[in-house]
């Protein structure tokens, strides 16, 4: 009888076969892969809930025409740039405090321009808060 002890291999772990096994996923994953392009999306926008209305108890609504004439609550601003409506947009917020929301309610044919102009104003006067009007899709299929 032999008694003596044996020598006992470690067991190795062979990483070649493992990284060629990552490989072949990597190459199939980057070959069965599609990209889409953001050039060519379609946009459909929203239409608002009717009854997703919230009330504001300090809210400045600000209207913008299709022509491009601006209103502060149902107050004519007599210029279209941002130093005119940033203006109105403060003494309104001096009226009611610097924690009201501004609501902005354009028309659908409005420029966008107009509606950004009124953002950034909005922005210069220390107004952050901003919403949209929107109307309920029923409306706006009887409007047509």
Do not use: C, W
Request: hydrophobic share 50%; net charge negative.
């Amino acid at each position: 009888m032999n008694f003596r002890p044996r020598h006992r291999d470690e067991p190795e772990i062979n990483l070649i076969p493992f990284i060629d096994v990552l490989l072949v996923i990597l190459i199939f994953l980057m070959l069965t892969t599609t990209y889409s392009k953001f050039t060519e999306l379609q946009l459909q926008l929203p239409v608002a809930d009717a009854s997703a209305q919230r009330d504001y108890p300090k809210e400045i609504v600000v209207a913008v025409a299709a022509d491009g004439r601006i209103q502060v609550n149902q107050r004519a601003v007599t210029g279209r740039n941002v130093d005119a409506v940033g203006a109105a947009l403060a003494e309104a917020a001096a009226q009611i405090g610097p924690d009201a929301v501004v609501i902005i309610s354009a028309d659908a044919r409005a420029a966008h321009q107009s509606v950004v102009t009124v953002m950034e104003a909005a922005r210069r006067a220390g107004l952050p808060r901003l919403t949209f009007a929107t109307q309920s899709a029923a409306r706006a299929s009887n409007d047509e």
